[in-house]
């Protein structure tokens, strides 16, 4: 009987150790890929410039189940459950207990995490540049845009305290590096169709 004990216990060992190890593993990556610059503060995903430039509102609830199982918070769960048993079995607690104090554990870090990361995206999410702020705004073609639609050029815009370029298309005439346009319409997340400015005084 105590081989037996013995050998779950040492299954379990390895269980929640490997768990430990590829939770941190995963934070550990994370957090050196943060470091260098590389990716953003999530698993690689920016959430609020994809919903912000399609319009979308994906709903409090979709934002609070995407915000509690992210690679984060996931990894942090596997993290704290395997550490959490680990340290359970090595202490000889009751493989049953231990398996549910570390579900327990783990559960509870992943939603201070998400929490956290929430807060965290909330936060940038308030410096972050709306293109469709920039709708009705006057602007400078900054390189040539093509009469009637038939290619795009680029503008600049002063749009939420700051300078910012869209591409544009035009419906008229050709419109020269340089010249005055109002952004008359967004066609796409990053691209408005613009018109001449003293076009829009008549």
């Given at each position: 009987m105590s081989s037996?004990?013995?050998?779950?216990?040492?299954?379990?060992?390895?269980?929640?150790?490997?768990?430990?190890?590829?939770?941190?593993?995963?934070?550990?990556?994370?957090?050196?890929?943060?470091?260098?610059?590389?990716?953003?503060?999530?698993?690689?995903?920016?959430?609020?410039?994809?919903?912000?430039?399609?319009?979308?509102d994906t709903g409090e609830g979709h934002d609070a189940a995407f915000g509690l199982f992210s690679v984060r918070t996931v990894a942090s769960f596997f993290t704290f459950f395997g550490l959490t048993g680990w340290y359970g079995t090595s202490s000889g607690w009751n493989p049953t207990v231990t398996v549910v104090v570390a579900v327990l554990g783990g559960t509870g870090l992943?939603?201070?995490?998400?929490?956290?990361?929430?807060?965290?995206?909330?936060?940038?999410?308030?410096?972050?540049?709306?293109?469709r702020n920039a709708l009705g705004l006057p602007g400078r073609v900054y390189l040539r845009i093509p009469a009637r639609n038939s290619g795009l050029g680029k503008v600049t815009v002063k749009v939420q305290g700051r300078?910012?370029?869209?591409?544009?298309?035009?419906?008229?005439?050709?419109?020269?590096?340089?010249a005055l346009v109002k952004l008359v319409r967004q066609s796409t997340p990053d691209t408005f169709e613009v018109a001449p400015l003293q076009e829009e005084k008549r």
């Open positions: 037996a004990i013995l050998g779950f216990d040492w299954t379990m060992t390895l269980v929640y150790m490997a768990c430990a190890a590829a939770g941190g593993t995963v934070l550990v990556l994370q957090t050196l890929l943060l470091l260098f610059g590389i990716g953003d503060s999530d698993g690689g995903i920016d959430v609020h410039h994809d919903v912000s430039a399609h319009g979308g992943m939603v201070l995490v998400a929490l956290l990361v929430q807060a965290q995206m909330r936060l940038q999410s308030k410096g972050n540049l709306d293109p300078s910012a370029e869209f591409s544009a298309v035009t419906s008229g005439d050709e419109l020269p590096t340089g």
